[in-house]
């Protein structure tokens, strides 16, 4: 399974692209961990350095919406707040039952999943209006 980073996902506002950048770093790296047998300790300590900066990457989004008056803010943000339920729910159950085989396969493959199907059919709609209404090449 791939967590790089390919050209077809950028929104062609260069900060965006090098925060989803980021963000797919984190969790190739969080695979990795999981791939390597990582202990519990270990795997949540990178979940929640990977949580910090996914709320750091909507909160950013989400202030540009508002402020750029955005129509979709608001199904947008859903979007947002469902993900990092699921991602708390994951964080829960590494927590209290430790890691598997099983666990691992689905953080992985959801998050990765989650992140592309997100970048490609609801933030590259967010930056078409942004880049409409207004110079926003940098944050
Ligand atoms: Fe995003
Ligand atoms: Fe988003």
Same mark, same amino acid.
């Given at each position: 399974m791939s967590y790089e980073w390919t050209d077809d996902l950028s929104t062609k506002i260069e900060w965006i692209d090098n925060q989803h950048k980021e963000l797919l770093k984190q969790i190739d790296f969080l695979a990795l961990a999981f791939d390597a047998g990582k202990g519990k300790e270990e795997i949540i300590h990178t979940l929640k350095f990977l949580q910090d900066y996914i709320l750091v990457h909507f909160k950013d989004e989400e202030e540009l919406q508002i402020k750029y008056n955005y129509p979709y803010y608001l199904a947008h943000k859903k979007l947002h707040t469902e993900f990092i339920e699921?991602?708390?729910?994951?964080? !829960?159950? &590494? &927590?209290?039952?430790?890691?598997?085989? !099983?666990?691992?396969?689905? &953080?992985?493959?959801k998050l990765n999943d989650w992140l592309r199907n997100h970048i490609n059919l609801v933030d590259k709609r967010m930056a078409e209006h942004l880049m409409e209404n207004n110079d926003l090449t940098s944050a």
């Open positions: 699921d991602f708390n729910k994951f964080k !829960y159950q &590494v &927590v209290n039952h430790g890691t598997s085989s !099983y666990l691992a396969h689905e &953080v992985k493959q």
